[in-house]
Structures are given as C-alpha cells and as structure tokens.
C-alpha cells in the first residue's frame, strides 16, 4: 500500500518562506512525476509544480520565480521550496505521485500566509 506523508506546513507571514516535504513509501514501481497541487477554499485544486522522472518541470504561472521543486529519487520524496509568499498562495497543499496510470495523493497540508 502506497501512502504519501506531507510535512512543513504551516503559518507564515507574507514575505516568509516555507518547505514542504512530501514522502512516498510502499512498493511504487515506478515514478513518472511528482508534484504539488493546492486547493484555497471555494476554488478548484490546481496545479503548483510538477517535475518529471526525466527532470522536467512545470510551474503555475503565478509561482514562477518564487517556489522551486525539487526531488530526491532515491527517498522517494519531492520538496517544494516556497520564497515570497502572499496572502493568495494560502492554501491546502497536497502531493501527487504518478505511476503509471495511478495518481496517489498526500492528506494535504495546510499553508496560511497571513498579511
């Protein structure tokens, strides 16, 4: 059983900075990507970064330049690195892996970034 466990979340002021980790443990097979979403409340979950086995990465456009993803395969684990937060980057932050055609998702963690 695949089970992803996100930490570093947390409340921060704007300007501040903050990392997420996210680790994936049982048997995975193989990893094509691993990313972030976030879901702000009364809005749809949404796209953060996402970086692929092959290294390619993809940020939202309202975080580029700002947060950084990153991964470390041996752990199986995939960080995101938040620089000059805003009140809009408010959020629950969750992890996604892809393997194969199965998504798994982290609980989410909560991120506040308060003005």
């Known amino acids: 059983q695949v089970q992803l466990v996100e930490s570093g979340g947390g409340l921060v002021q704007a300007g501040g900075s903050l990392r997420l980790s996210c680790a994936a443990s049982?048997?995975?097979?193989?990893?094509?990507?691993m990313g972030w979403y976030r879901q702000a409340p009364g809005k749809q979950r949404e796209l953060v970064a996402v970086?692929?086995?092959?290294?390619?990465?993809n940020y939202a456009d309202s975080v580029k330049g700002r947060f950084t993803v990153s991964r470390d395969n041996a752990k199986k684990t995939v960080y995101l690195q938040m620089n000059s937060l805003n009140t809009e980057d408010t959020a629950v932050y969750y992890c996604?892996?892809?393997?194969?055609?199965?998504?798994?998702w982290g609980q989410g963690t909560q991120v506040t970034v308060s003005s």
């Open positions: 996604n892996v892809v393997s194969g055609p199965v998504n798994y």
């Open positions: 049982g048997t995975i097979f193989s990893i094509n990507a």
């Open positions: 970086i692929t086995s092959g290294g390619g990465i």
